[in-house]
Structures are given as C-alpha cells and as structure tokens.
C-alpha cells in the first residue's frame, strides 16, 4: 500500500519504485540484492532463516511486526548476520507503542524517518570496508596512495558485530593502492594480528594502532 497509505507519513512512493532505488545502489556498490515483502509474520521469519546461509547481511523494514513479533527477534538473531532495521517514518515522533520494536535488539544499526532514501542508505552501511575496497580496486593508479583510516564511531561499544580488519583487507587495501591503514582503538576488531602484520609486510603497507587520545 505504499504510495497509497497516509502519504504524508510513508510518501508517495511505491514499493516498485523502492526496489528500484535498493537494484540500482546494490549493483552500484557490486552487491547483489534480492528484495522481498510480505504481509504474513510466518514468511518472513522463513525468509530471514533462509538468509542465515544465502545472504551476508539483512536490511529489514519489519512494519508492525516490529513492535510485537518475538518470533522475528529470535530469527534474526539467530543468522548472525549483520542487520539493519528500517522505517519510513521516524518511530521516535509518533505514538507512543511505535517507539519500541522488538526487533531491533537484533539490529547492528537503526535507519529511520528518512523515506524511501534511507533504503539507499542502508544499502550503503551493508555494504563493508572489503566491500568497498573491492570497488575501489580498479580505480588505483601508480604513486603514492591514501590511507584507510578505521576511527571508532559514537555507539560503537554496543555493536554486535563490530568492524574487522583482517588479511583480506590488507591486500584489498594494497590493491586499491593505499599506502596503509590507521585503526583508532575501539575502531574496528583485528582478526589474526600476526597475519595481518605479515600481509601488509608483504605489500608495503603500513598498519597503525592508535590508543585512545592519541
């Protein structure tokens, strides 16, 4: 009912025209989306199992279910999988039930009030530091490159799946054509220090740790 139900609320935009923003970022960004909707709580806790071992991550507009669906809560802690919840509307401003869903005690981060546009943001969050070094790999050009700096974010202590380095990307990173990579503490989670020194070791690169206040 989008483009139909309390416009001044959703917008007037559809749902076509909402998968058509999600196709056309996912393919920007090299990922692959496969948009769903259904009105029936059942099928979609079937499709979050599903995507416990088809997708890497979950962007969820749960609507209602929300607010009372436990059974959705459990499915999408059980992927372990990053999610994002979304909503049209800004929950926060309306009524008072519509402030909590229950859901989001599964979500890595919250999109909200911000229409059909924060599907395209979401597409963007999911998309990853490897991700996007992938994307900028064949943009690199001979000399001196940049450096990929991990600075820790406001709320970040209380992620479920905090940003990683890893070898992977190192070597990503040296593709791109970056000189090397700063990591603020708290910043992002390093998986296998000792690879990872030997990785940019053998690149080139440099991989700096910074403590707090530095």
């Known amino acids: 009912m989008l483009g139909v139900r309390e416009t001044a609320i959703y917008g007037r935009q559809t749902l076509a025209d909402i998968e058509h923003l999600c196709a056309r970022k996912a393919k920007e960004v090299g990922l692959a989306a496969d948009f769903r909707q259904s009105n029936m709580e059942g099928e979609l806790v079937t499709w979050v199992q599903e995507a416990r071992t088809k997708s890497d991550g979950i962007i969820i507009n749960p609507g209602a ?109 040296a593709a791109a054509g970056l000189r090397g990579i700063v990591v603020e503490a708290g910043g992002a989670m390093i998986i296998d220090s000792e690879a990872v020194r030997q990785a940019a070791d053998r690149h080139g690169l440099f991989v700096l740790c910074l403590a707090e206040g530095e």
């Open 65 to 173: 279910y929300g607010h009372t669906s436990i059974a959705l809560l459990d499915a999408l802690r059980m992927t372990g999988k990053p999610v994002i919840e979304l909503h049209l509307s800004n929950i926060h401003r309306r009524e008072e039930f519509r402030h909590h869903t229950y859901t989001s005690q599964a979500a890595t981060g919250i999109i909200c009030g911000l229409g059909a546009h924060g599907y395209v943001l979401a597409v963007e969050a999911a998309e990853g530091t490897d991700a996007m070094l992938r994307r900028c790999g064949p943009l690199a050009r001979p000399g001196p490159g940049g450096v990929l700096v991990k600075a820790k974010k406001p709320q970040q202590d209380v992620r479920l799946d905090p940003p990683t380095i890893g070898v992977t990307t190192v070597e990503l990173a």
